[in-house]
Each structure stands twice: as structure tokens, then as C-alpha cells.
């Protein structure tokens, strides 16, 4: 038996407390946008045109301007050439309708500054091409035909008006910035947008884009989203109008910054956020505008099972596509577009008009929820059909009215309680493996009994680990056994934590008296033996490192930096003046630890990093990205370890940091003295 201890639970108790704290009242502006939960979004403008190429490359999207570096002067000759002779605005909303999608959003204006709209504020409008129609007037007036709200997407970001800043800066030598005035391209900004806001009827959304280059402030997000109320008060707005979104995972970082939904882009959150309204930005292959050579294609079941994802986590999905320059769809969208579609003709109620799941995972798939008066419905969807044709929903505790498949009505379903869980059985093949879905009718909201949270530090441990187990559902008794065997009514009740001496298996469960209410959840925690230290050693402070310049994407093969001279350095790091850009760093030495335990790290980087112990990967952070942590444990004995810190730096921002700490205390930067090397003669 393992001997335990017992703590108290009060931090664990406010946890819980707060984890049901009430949301804000959701704002009814946005219900049917939270309804429709699939929109089209629109990529298109000048650099359809060149359709990615430029000078035989042919990587380009609707950055080419800025990513060929062509002279504002080149870009403007494309004005003459824009002639979409095949634009059919309503075979576009037709085929967004068709494919389920409730509402488009297209680019009035992008990077490039071009107005696919009559501007009355520029020439640089499509008013001032041979081809003279006003895209938004047509595209506005097909999506009130087809019944779909229209919205527009409306870069801030402008690198053709004049008084925009700052310039992008290869061109600031040829197109420079004397008599520039922000201000003044402010006032444009806004009297565009009131355009788009006065002339084309009711709009759904205004997309703002482009907003982080340090010449937009927060007081100029707040004005414009002010002057989109004004305007139509009904509208809803992005959050890209203000200064705070973190990056390309979108969400809005602060209460005090505007907008009215969080931006995902190119990626999908690893949940949903009870209360926060958000929708992914994503591509159909690698672009959002038009380019020919971007055959990477997403499959129609990655699309669906993409929607379906996004739906389960209680967001929107706002599928691109870029049309070519005549005005078409490429055809690998249109195919899209209509697999989508035939899905969604099938399964559309389990997409518009649902809620987030009430389960934090389930093993076959993902599941949405439509509530209505006194009873609801669970939509099950299948992405991993079982063998055996047995579905298992843990910890749903509602009554049973009615199980069917949606792929296949006359299908028969058997859903059936089965303890705390409810077992479904579908006997025979899924009617659809890119998504299949079991619509689950219950009497009443659904009432999901969440498994126990298990709450450790690590699954390792040297002496001892404490063990944290709290009800997934508030109010809920949580037992558990440490031999392996299934908790029931008459094992120990976690009040509090336990703390663990030996090698354990917890099983545990929530119980409602003696009625088992939840799943089990499983977790083995081991004890280890720490990491021998190295034998004595003449150190002194600061470790060794080898500098080699190189474009690096990931870190390579450090073999040849052996033969490099190494100078002496006092820590893995860098300053915050770094500039210096393709460029890896290998640190080497030892590392004094004080007392055996298992011992956590923390290594911040941009770009990739990696972290080796004993020469044992213990982080590992390659790869090019943004300023980013991750982190790793080792299971040490006190004394020194040798250590190894490989860091390559690419282009623009660099950042190297090492914390640690024992596992489940805060970490702090490794201490100076604590980075030895071999002293030198
Ligand atoms: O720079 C734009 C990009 O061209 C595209 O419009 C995406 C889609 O939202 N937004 C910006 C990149 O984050």
C-alpha cells in the first residue's frame, strides 16, 4: 500500500468556484452569425492577375507587391489589365449557399490599398479599370437574393495611399515619406469604410485586417470600431479593428481592446472558450489569393472534419477561396465547395444553430449540441467508426429518448445506459467515414458528469508526488483505488490530495452517493531514479560557446562545431539588443544541480532551441517560430550535469531564455553560478 498524506484542498476548492463563475450575457447582435457558424471568405483584387508568379517565381499570394518588391508605379499598370469578364455574383453566392455556408466576406480592399468598390476617395478604385463595375453593389445584391448577409474584409494596412506609414521598407528609398501624414490617411481610411458602411445596405460584418504595424494605435482601433456602430449599429466587428490580438492564434488579449469575435488563423484552437465568440480564417490550399502553382489542396474530409472541429469548440469557420482574374472560383474550390455541400445537406443540423460540446474529449470524434425547450440533442460525429459498432458517450447522465443516424435515417440505432455511460450501437459500415453522425435525443439540457481532473506535476517522480484529484462536475464525490482495480461506492474518498511515495496506478471516478456518474480516468505515476551527476570536476562559472552563421530552418547536425574555436559565455542567452540573424549558438558545460528531484525547464526561443542533459534531449523547441516556450523535466541528482544548448536565430526578432525550477513549483531563471564549464588552463 502506498503511504500517503493528506493536504489541504482550499486552492483546489477556489479553483472549481471560479471555473463556474458566470459569463457575461452574450451579445444578441451576434446570434445568427453564432447560428450560421460556416461563411465563405473572398481573397481577390489585382494580384489575381499575375496569379503568383512574378519573374519566374512563383510562390506569391496577395502579398506579391510587397513580396516581389514591385515599384508602386509596376503594381499600378495591373489597373489597366483588370477585366474578370466571367464575374457571376450570383453563381458565387449559389455556390456558397450550396455548400451550407450562411454569409460571405470579401476583401474591399487589401494590402495593396485597390478598391474593389466605386470609391469616391481614390482613383485607385475598380472604377478606374476598362472593366468599371462595382463588385460590392453586385456581390451585396446576390447575397440578399440568396438569402446569406454579406460582409466586408477592409485592410488597414495600405501600401499605396501616400500618407500611409510606414513604408514597407524596401521601398522606402524610391517611394519615400516626406509630407506623410498618418492622420490624414486615418480620415481616408475612415471615409472608405463609411462608404462601405452608407452605400451598400445592411452588412453583416466588417473584417478589419492588417492592424499591427505600430502607426496604429489602440485609439484608433477604438474610433473606428466606434464609427462602425454608428453607422450600423447592428454590425459586427472584428477584433482585428483594435491592438489586441495575440497573433495568428487570434483571441483577443485584453478586456480593454475592441472587437467583437477573436481571429484564428490558419489554425484552430485547442478548445473552445465558454462565452468567447470566435471564428478560424482558413485556407483551401496554401493562399488566400489566387495562385496557380499552390497545388496543396485540402482534402473535403479535412475541410469537414475541420467545420465539425471548430463547431464542436463553439466557433465559425470562415472557409477561403481566391478567385482567378476572369472571376471564377478555381475548380479544385468549386469541387470542394460541392463535397462540402452534399455533406452538409445531410448533416447541416448538426452544424448551424449548435453549441460547444459538454465533453472535454470523446474517442471516436467530436459532438455539438442544439438545445430547445425541455429536451436536446447531441450530434455524435463519428471520424473513427468503431469495429465493434459500439459508440461510448461517458458520464452522460440525461434520459434517453431516441438515437438516429443522420447519413441514414431508416438505419436502426440502439442507444442504451450503461452505468455512468450511455452505449450507442450501430451495426454495419459508417454511411459516411469522412464524417458520420448519431443524433442522440435526450429529455432535458445535457447533463455530462466529467471525469475527475487528475492534477500532477509530472508522471515522474524522485521522492514523492503530489496527486490532485478534483470532480469534473462540481458537487460530485471523486473516489479512486492505487492498485489498479475500478473505483466503486466503497473506495477512499480524495479530499484531499495525495501525495505519492512509490510507483502508483490511480484509478478514479465521480460518485452521486453510491451511483457511479462519470468515466474512470486512468494515469500511472513512476519513480524514478534520478540522473547520476557527473564526477568532480574543475569548473569555473559560464559555459562554452561555438558560433556558426548559416540560413537555418531547424537546428542541424552539431557534429562539425566540435572543430570550431568555442569563447566563453555566462549563460544560454541574449541580449534584447541582439540583431545578429542567420546564426546558431551551441552552449556547452555543466549544469550544478542543488538536490535531487525531478527538475522542470523552460526554454524560450525565437527561432528553435533544444535543450540536452546528460546528453539526453530534455527540450525540444526546433523549428522557425516567433518568441515561444517549451518545456521539459529531467529527473536529476544533485551535482554537476553535463548540458548542451543548440539555438539558431533566422531573421528578425531573437530570443533564447532558460528557467527551471523542481517540477510543479514556478520556475526562475537558471542562476548565474549555476553554469559551469571545465576551468581553463
Ligand atoms: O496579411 C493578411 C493576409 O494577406 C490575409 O489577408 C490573412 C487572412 O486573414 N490576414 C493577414 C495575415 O495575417
Redesign the pocket.
Known amino acids: 500500500m502506498v503511504p500517503l498524506t493528506r493536504l489541504s484542498l482550499g486552492s483546489g476548492l477556489a479553483a472549481l468556484l471560479a471555473l463556474h463563475a458566470p459569463a457575461q450575457q452574450p451579445d444578441a447582435r451576434l446570434d445568427w452569425w453564432r447560428e450560421a457558424r460556416f461563411g465563405l471568405?473572398l481573397?481577390w483584387g489585382l494580384y489575381a492577375i499575375p496569379a503568383g508568379e512574378w519573374q519566374g517565381r512563383t510562390d506569391h499570394?496577395?502579398?506579391i507587391r510587397d513580396t516581389a518588391r514591385i515599384p508602386v508605379g509596376e503594381y499600378e499598370q495591373l489597373q489597366a489589365r483588370w477585366s474578370p469578364v466571367r464575374f457571376d455574383a450570383d453563381a458565387w453566392v449559389r455556390m456558397a449557399k450550396d455548400a451550407g455556408m450562411r454569409y460571405v466576406v470579401i476583401?474591399t480592399k487589401?494590402?495593396d490599398g485597390f478598391a474593389l468598390f466605386d470609391s469616391r476617395h481614390t482613383g485607385w478604385d475598380v472604377m478606374g479599370t476598362p472593366w468599371r463595375r462595382d463588385v460590392m453593389q453586385e456581390l451585396a445584391d446576390a447575397c440578399r437574393r440568396h438569402g446569406l448577409r454579406i460582409g466586408w474584409?477592409h485592410s488597414i494596412l495600405d501600401w499605396h495611399h501616400p500618407d500611409y506609414l510606414p513604408r514597407r521598407p524596401w521601398e522606402a528609398g524610391a517611394r519615400g515619406a516626406e509630407g506623410a501624414e498618418f492622420a490624414r490617411y486615418v480620415e481616408f481610411l475612415h471615409a472608405q469604410v463609411t462608404e462601405l458602411l452608407t452605400r451598400y445596405g445592411p452588412i453583416g460584418v466588417m473584417w478589419f485586417?492588417?492592424e499591427w504595424e505600430s502607426t496604429w494605435t489602440h485609439a484608433h482601433g477604438k474610433a473606428l470600431y466606434e464609427l462602425c456602430r454608428r453607422l450600423q449599429p447592428d454590425v459586427i466587428v472584428n477584433n482585428r479593428v483594435d491592438k489586441g490580438r495575440a497573433g495568428?492564434a487570434g483571441m483577443t488579449t485584453g478586456a480593454e481592446f475592441l472587437g467583437d469575435f477573436g481571429?484564428p488563423?490558419q489554425e484552430v484552437p485547442a478548445t473552445g472558450v465558454p462565452g468567447v465568440d470566435w471564428e478560424s480564417?482558413i485556407t483551401m490550399n496554401r493562399h488566400?489569393?489566387w495562385n496557380r502553382a499552390d497545388t496543396a489542396w485540402k482534402s473535403d474530409q479535412e475541410l469537414i472534419r475541420m467545420l465539425v472541429d471548430i463547431a464542436s469548440k463553439g466557433g465559425n469557420l470562415l472557409l477561403?477561396i481566391g478567385p482567378t482574374a476572369a472571376g471564377e472560383f478555381p475548380p479544385e474550390s468549386v469541387a470542394r465547395l460541392k463535397a462540402i455541400g452534399a455533406w452538409m445537406a445531410a448533416h447541416g443540423e448538426a452544424i448551424h444553430g449548435t453549441t460547444a460540446s459538454p465533453f472535454e474529449a470523446l474517442p471516436f470524434g467530436r459532438c455539438t449540441v442544439r438545445t430547445r425547450r425541455g429536451a436536446s440533442t447531441l450530434y455524435l460525429h463519428v471520424f473513427e467508426w468503431p469495429a465493434d459498432g459500439v459508440l461510448m458517450v461517458p458520464g452522460l447522465g440525461n434520459e434517453l429518448r431516441g438515437a438516429r443516424l443522420l447519413a441514414d435515417p431508416d438505419r436502426k440505432v440502439e442507444a442504451v445506459r450503461a452505468g455512468a455511460d450511455v452505449r450507442v450501437r450501430i451495426p454495419g459500415p459508417s454511411p459516411d467515414p469522412r464524417c458520420a453522425v448519431v443524433a442522440l435525443e435526450l429529455a432535458g439540457a445535457p447533463l455530462v458528469y466529467r471525469a475527475p481532473v487528475v492534477a500532477a506535476a509530472h508522471d515522474e517522480f524522485v521522492d514523492e508526488l503530489r496527486v490532485e484529484l478534483r470532480p469534473g462536475t462540481p458537487g460530485l464525490d471523486v473516489r479512486y483505488t492505487l492498485d489498479g482495480s475500478e473505483p466503486g461506492p466503497g473506495s477512499p474518498r480524495a479530499n484531499e490530495p495525495l501525495v505519492l511515495r512509490d510507483t502508483a496506478t490511480v484509478r478514479t471516478r465521480t460518485f452521486a452517493g453510491d451511483t457511479a456518474r462519470s468515466a474512470v480516468v486512468t494515469r500511472t505515476f513512476t519513480r524514478v531514479r534520478p540522473w547520476p551527476a557527473a564526477g568532480a570536476a574543475d569548473t569555473e562559472p559560464g559555459l562554452h560557446l561555438r558560433v556558426q552563421k548559416g540560413a537555418f530552418a531547424r537546428i542541424p547536425d552539431l557534429t562539425p562545431l566540435a572543430a570550431l574555436q568555442a569563447v566563453a559565455a555566462a549563460a544560454p542567452e541574449v541580449p534584447a539588443t541582439f540583431r545578429e540573424e542567420d546564426v546558431l549558438h551551441l552552449y556547452e558545460g555543466f549544469l550544478a544541480i542543488q538536490r535531487d528531484g525531478l527538475h522542470e525547464f523552460a526554454l524560450t526561443s525565437d527561432d528553435g532551441s533544444r535543450l540536452w542533459i546528460d546528453d539526453r534531449l530534455v527540450v525540444d523547441h526546433d523549428g522557425a517560430h516567433g518568441p515561444q516556450e517549451r518545456r521539459g523535466f529531467a529527473p536529476l541528482a544533485q551535482g554537476l550535469h553535463r548540458v548542451r544548448i543548440a539555438w539558431f536565430n533566422r531573421t528578425g526578432g531573437a530570443l533564447l531564455r532558460v528557467h527551471s525550477g523542481l517540477a510543479g513549483a514556478a520556475l526562475a531563471p537558471v542562476p548565474l553560478e549555476a553554469w559551469r564549464r571545465p576551468r581553463s588552463r
Open positions: 471568405f481573397h499570394g496577395e502579398w476583401t487589401h494590402h474584409y485586417d492588417g495568428m481571429t488563423e480564417c488566400w489569393g477561403n
